[in-house]
């Protein structure tokens, strides 16, 4: 009989440590269901010729899982291209550029060739249907397009009537033996932080008589790799015309080496850009002390192609977004996030990915560099003391 109850006790003991087992695999089972699996992705800039061999076209594509993003430009001035398609496993690709009322105008179709840096297929006008093969390969190294001098300097333009002025600076890039690409790169940053907001104030200075003062200013926030990130602060005092002050602050980030514009979605994977808004607008209300309302904090939603409400640091990113609030709470628009923060959303093929990788080097270089100069200190100690 007790030997009976001994087996039946054990037997029990069993069972529920079956059960235990089995829960605990489960847990383990739905933790690793909940593990991200990290999409195909990839950043490249490609160089080539479509029907005129003296215009050599400049293409930017992004990778994110199937979908295909990316611009062309052939010319220095003038907006890029923008193209929207597919890629599948195989490396075949669609690309569609469409004009302004939706309609394709550009069917580019091919496949990626040698570990995607080689890609070839056809050049489809669908204007004419005239099909043009082409060609198109990314530089192995882009060095042959910048020398080892490249710095920048800034361009100042004042202007003043009576009591009214406005002083606008602003960078420019220079040491390019590519003197397009180099041209390119500034267009891009006069288009983007001075020539509309020029424009205006000059004709608020012709028209002003009482008195007015605008200012745009800029501050480098990271020139590093391919990187270049720039902020720009507009200050506009019109208290002797309309007792108004406006402070507003934007943002970009240009590859200066591939001559492409950063949108958000090369930044953050496409498919996190909805949380993450959520995590900015949460932290802009709190600098408003959750005073705005859901009308306001859904103007201050970022687009995936929206290109100059953040600027990049050597570990943070600020995003601009006082220009989408109300007047009085513009200040709270300013927020910025150290990476680590971010690190969930982050594009791993992007440029806050590759320089958070050039920071980890770097350090790596510093310690081994503070071990070798420890090393060489002790070895001079001992041969000191020897002597």
Same mark, same amino acid.
């Given at each position: 009989?007790?030997?009976?109850?001994?087996?039946?006790?054990?037997?029990?003991?069993?069972t529920?440590?079956?059960?235990?087992?089995?829960?605990?695999?489960?847990?383990?089972?739905?933790?690793?269901?909940?593990?991200?699996?990290?999409?195909?992705?990839?950043?490249?800039?490609?160089?080539?010729?479509?029907?005129?061999?003296?215009?050599?076209?400049?293409?930017?594509?992004s990778?994110?899982d199937?979908l295909?993003?990316?611009?062309?430009?052939y010319?220095?001035?003038g907006?890029?291209n923008?193209?929207?398609?597919?890629?599948?496993?195989k490396?075949?690709?669609?690309l569609i550029?469409?004009?302004s009322?939706?309609k394709?105008?550009?069917?580019?179709?091919?496949?990626?060739?040698?570990?995607?840096?080689?890609?070839r297929?056809?050049?489809?006008?669908?204007?004419?249907?005239?099909?043009?093969?082409?060609?198109?390969?990314e530089?192995?190294d882009?060095?042959?397009?910048?020398?080892?001098?490249?710095?920048?300097?800034?361009?100042?333009?004042?202007?003043?009537?009576?009591?009214?002025?406005?002083?606008?600076?602003y960078?420019q890039?220079?040491?390019?033996?590519?003197e397009?690409?180099?041209?390119k790169?500034?267009?891009?940053i006069?288009s983007?932080?001075?020539?509309n907001?020029?424009?205006?104030?000059?004709?608020?200075?012709?028209?002003?008589?009482?008195?007015?003062?605008?200012?745009?200013?800029?501050? /480098?926030?990271?020139?590093?790799?391919d990187?270049?990130?720039?902020?720009?602060?507009?200050?506009?005092?019109?208290?002797?015309?309309?007792?108004?002050?406006?402070?507003?602050?934007?943002?970009?980030?240009?590859?200066?080496k591939?001559g492409?514009?950063?949108?958000?979605?090369?930044?953050?994977?496409?498919?996190d850009?909805?949380r993450?808004?959520?995590v /900015?607008?949460?932290?802009i209300?709190?600098?408003?002390n959750?005073?705005?309302t859901?009308?306001?904090l859904?103007?201050?939603e970022?687009?995936?192609?929206?290109?100059?409400?953040f600027?990049?640091?050597?570990?943070? /990113?600020?995003?601009?977004l006082?220009?989408?609030?109300?007047?009085?709470?513009?200040?709270?628009?300013y927020?910025r996030?150290?990476?680590?923060?971010?690190?969930?959303?982050?594009?791993?093929?992007?440029p806050?990915?590759?320089?958070?990788?050039?920071?980890?080097?770097?350090?790596?270089?510093?310690?081994?560099?503070?071990?070798?100069?420890?090393?060489?200190?002790?070895e001079?100690?001992?041969?000191i003391?020897?002597?």
């Amino acid at each position: 009989m007790k030997l009976r109850r001994y087996y039946y006790f054990l037997f029990s003991i069993l069972t529920l440590y079956l059960i235990s087992c089995n829960k605990t695999n489960q847990n383990n089972d739905a933790r690793k269901s909940v593990v991200k699996i990290q999409k195909p992705t990839f950043q490249k800039a490609f160089i080539g010729y479509v029907d005129h061999p003296d215009t050599l076209i400049h293409l930017n594509l992004s990778r994110y899982d199937t979908l295909l993003t990316g611009s062309y430009w052939y010319k220095i001035k003038g907006d890029d291209n923008k193209v929207q398609g597919k890629i599948d496993k195989k490396g075949n690709f669609l690309l569609i550029q469409k004009d302004s009322t939706g309609k394709p105008i550009v069917e580019i179709k091919g496949i990626f060739l040698s570990n995607i840096n080689v890609l070839r297929g056809d050049w489809i006008d669908k204007k004419t249907n005239k099909i043009i093969p082409f060609e198109f390969q990314e530089p192995a190294d882009t060095s042959f397009r910048i020398k080892n001098t490249i710095k920048i300097t800034q361009k100042e333009i004042i202007r003043n009537n009576g009591n009214c002025l406005i002083d606008v600076v602003y960078p420019q890039i220079s040491g390019y033996t590519d003197e397009v690409l180099q041209n390119k790169v500034n267009y891009y940053i006069e288009s983007n932080f001075s020539l509309n907001q020029i424009r205006d104030l000059m004709n608020d200075l012709e028209a002003c008589k009482k008195g007015f003062k605008g200012e745009i200013k800029y501050e /480098i926030r990271c020139f590093k790799g391919d990187l270049l990130s720039i902020s720009k602060i507009k200050h506009i005092d019109k208290t002797n015309l309309s007792n108004e002050i406006i402070d507003e602050t934007f943002g970009i980030a240009i590859n200066f080496k591939k001559g492409k514009i950063y949108e958000f979605q090369d930044l953050f994977n496409l498919e996190d850009i909805p949380r993450l808004n959520q995590v /900015i607008q949460n932290r802009i209300n709190s600098n408003c002390n959750n005073g705005l309302t859901s009308a306001d904090l859904r103007k201050c939603e970022i687009k995936p192609n929206d290109v100059n409400c953040f600027c990049i640091g050597r570990d943070n /990113i600020t995003f601009h977004l006082t220009q989408k609030l109300p007047r009085a709470m513009r200040g709270c628009g300013y927020v910025r996030f150290r990476f680590n923060d971010l690190k969930e959303f982050i594009n791993p093929s992007g440029p806050i990915a590759k320089l958070i990788e050039l920071e980890k080097i770097e350090k790596e270089l510093m310690n081994k560099k503070n071990k070798d100069d420890k090393y060489k200190e002790k070895e001079l100690i001992s041969k000191i003391s020897a002597g």
